[in-house]
């Protein structure tokens, strides 16, 4: 099993829908990163969150650290938004220094 | 500044050859990482360096080296090429990776071995 996984795989939605993306884990973690790839292959980080909420634009990140959940939310989302979002944990373990990285959700919102 | 910059951005490759992805940063970070990304798996760790002289193992080394002779340069050198080296190639940095700051990411190089 590993140690991210993220839900849904695909997802596909009109534009103005509000968005989801689910991530849990099943380790002790320090901090989660959500990021975002573009078609063009590119990625960049959107957040970096190790407790509650954190907000961006229309971009709303939020952690449960007793759940071991996570959730990327997307409000009025747009054709722009489409991409594959990945969400990646660093463990809590001193000198294990390295970011797991789930396999992405991959987003499509239709005009 | 420029970010991270890699390159080359394509390559191909015959089985044995080998080559260098050459990675450079320049935000004066500590953290520098390579990732592999093959489709329906999440990134995968090849390396990394907490800084200038110091690297370490990811999950999947093998077939691969790095050297960290200076703060902004990373470069990923590929032995003796094999098929299953195909994949795409990210570099990233960051300020620290022990307290977690942002990741930042280069534009990839997609590598195949024929």
């Known amino acids: 099993k590993n140690e991210v996984e993220q839900s849904p795989q695909n997802l596909t939605a009109q534009e103005g829908e509000f968005i989801t993306i689910n991530c849990s884990y099943s380790v002790g973690i320090s901090a989660l990163h959500w990021l975002q790839q573009h078609p063009g292959g590119g990625i960049v980080s959107l957040f970096m969150?190790?407790?509650g909420k954190k907000k961006h634009g229309r971009l709303i990140a939020t952690i449960n650290i007793q759940e071991k959940h996570s959730s990327l939310h997307i409000t009025a989302s747009h054709p722009r938004d489409s991409a594959v979002y990945i969400c990646?944990?660093?463990?809590?373990?001193?000198?294990?220094?390295?970011?797991?990285f789930g396999t992405g959700t991959r987003l499509t919102i239709i005009p | 500044n420029a970010g991270v910059t890699q390159t080359p951005k394509f390559q191909v490759l015959k089985t044995g050859q080998s080559m260098t992805l050459q990675c450079a940063q320049d935000m004066n970070h500590e953290y520098m990482s390579w990732y592999r990304q093959d489709p329906g798996m999440g990134l995968r760790l090849i390396h990394y360096s907490v800084g200038a002289g110091i690297t370490d193992q990811g999950e999947v080394p093998n077939g691969y080296n790095v050297s960290r002779s200076t703060t902004e340069d990373f470069p990923l050198r590929l032995l003796s090429a094999a098929p299953s080296q195909t994949s795409v190639y990210f570099c990233?940095?960051?300020?620290?990776?022990?307290?977690?700051?942002?990741?930042?990411f280069g534009p990839g190089t997609r590598l195949t071995v024929t």
């Open positions: 969150l190790s407790s």
């Open positions: 990233a940095s960051s300020y620290s990776i022990i307290h977690s700051y942002e990741q930042y």
């Open positions: 990646a944990v660093k463990i809590s373990n001193f000198g294990n220094e390295k970011l797991t």
